[in-house]
């Protein structure tokens, strides 16, 4: 066991400075006071701690060779902090589903990072035996593309509430409209629909390559096990330089504004990036398996 000491995690806009106790690259205890212990310690306090990122992303180049694969995970995720890959399959049909998600699997054997893959469908692949089968593959995520205001009045959703439970996969909309008017009555459709149905779902288009929240996190079955930094989960974390400058910021704005600042990126344990310097180590990526979504009590 060693001690990080100094640790100033910001969290909800608030830097609080603490001591993590770590043993096999997990946080057993967080402490304010450390005087008493004699264990091996690693001083933080020049820097700011994030939790490490999971971010969302659909263009994976997944079926380029290695090369392509690891110089563009490079640079859309390790290089920015992220330990976790969000990403889909596109599905038109419901016998695609195993064979498409294990195939993504296999292109991203090699990943230096973990990943966790949902489906993409159209509004008619909403049915009760579809979400059974995302229910018996545990599917953490299914995008549906919305393209008109009436599309989803046809569907049983009694029968999708009741083939979703217990594991209560969340629905997450993805808008095809280029016309922002149309799109947000489509979006705000969705909505009604979804919380007049009690249906598990977002309510807002999900951003690309930008920080996943952790409300959604927690609705993807992530939360607590990738974003935090608390007792019992693993040791991910991002270390920017502390200023005077970012003394006051939130998460998304480190990540946005202030990624010159960014020097260390650890995952589980293991320094991923330091510096400028992406540490590449192919295959210790995992693929991540959701025990249930919208677990944790926020």
Same mark, same amino acid.
């Given at each position: 066991?060693?001690?990080?000491? !100094? ?25 304010? &006071?450390?005087?008493?212990? #004699? /264990?091996?310690?690693? /001083? ?12 969302? *992303? ?29 990403? @889909?399959?596109?599905?038109? @049909? ?7 998600? /294990? ?20 509004? #008619? ?92 996190? /927690?609705?993807?079955?992530? @939360?607590?096990?990738?974003? *935090? ?8 974390? !991002? ?7 970012? =003394? ?11 990624? !010159? #600042? ?10 991923? =990036? ?12 995992? @693929?991540?398996?959701? #025990?249930?979504? &919208?677990?944790?009590?926020?």
């Amino acid at each position: 066991m060693y001690i990080i000491e !100094n640790a100033n995690i910001l969290k909800d806009k608030q830097l609080t400075t603490c001591s993590l106790f770590i043993t096999n690259e997990r946080i057993t205890m967080i402490q304010k &006071s450390t005087s008493y212990y #004699r /264990n091996m310690r690693m /001083n933080l306090e020049p820097y700011i701690m994030t939790p490490s990122y999971v971010l969302l *992303s659909s263009e994976i180049p997944f079926k380029t060779s290695f090369q392509e694969l690891k110089s563009y995970l490079s640079e859309h995720f390790l290089i920015k902090g992220c330990t976790t890959i969000f990403t @889909y399959v596109d599905l038109l @049909y419901e016998n695609e589903l195993s064979d498409k998600i /294990n195939e993504m699997k296999k292109a991203l054997v090699s990943s230096p990072i973990d990943f966790i893959i949902g489906v993409k469908i159209p509004v #008619r692949m909403i049915t009760p035996s579809f979400i059974r089968i995302c229910k018996k593959h545990k599917i953490p995520a299914v995008f549906v593309e919305l393209k008109e205001l009436d599309e989803l009045e046809k569907i049983p959703w009694g029968w999708i509430r009741e083939a979703m439970f217990p594991f209560n996969s969340p629905l997450i909309p993805l808008i095809s409209s280029s016309q922002k008017k149309e799109a947000r009555l489509v979006l705000s459709k969705w909505k009604d629909r979804m919380m007049t149905e009690k249906i598990p779902a977002l309510y807002e288009v999900l951003e690309e390559n930008s920080p996943l929240s952790i409300p959604v996190l /927690n609705k993807i079955g992530l @939360y607590p096990q990738k974003g *935090s930094l608390m007792t019992g989960t693993e040791l991910s974390y !991002n270390l920017y330089l502390k200023d005077k400058e970012i =003394r006051k910021v939130d998460e998304e704005s480190l990540f946005h504004y202030h990624s !010159n #600042r960014l020097v260390v990126t650890v995952h589980k344990g293991m320094v991923i =990036r330091s510096g400028e310097k992406v540490l590449f180590s192919p295959g210790s990526g995992e @693929y991540v398996k959701v #025990r249930t979504p &919208s677990y944790f009590s926020l």
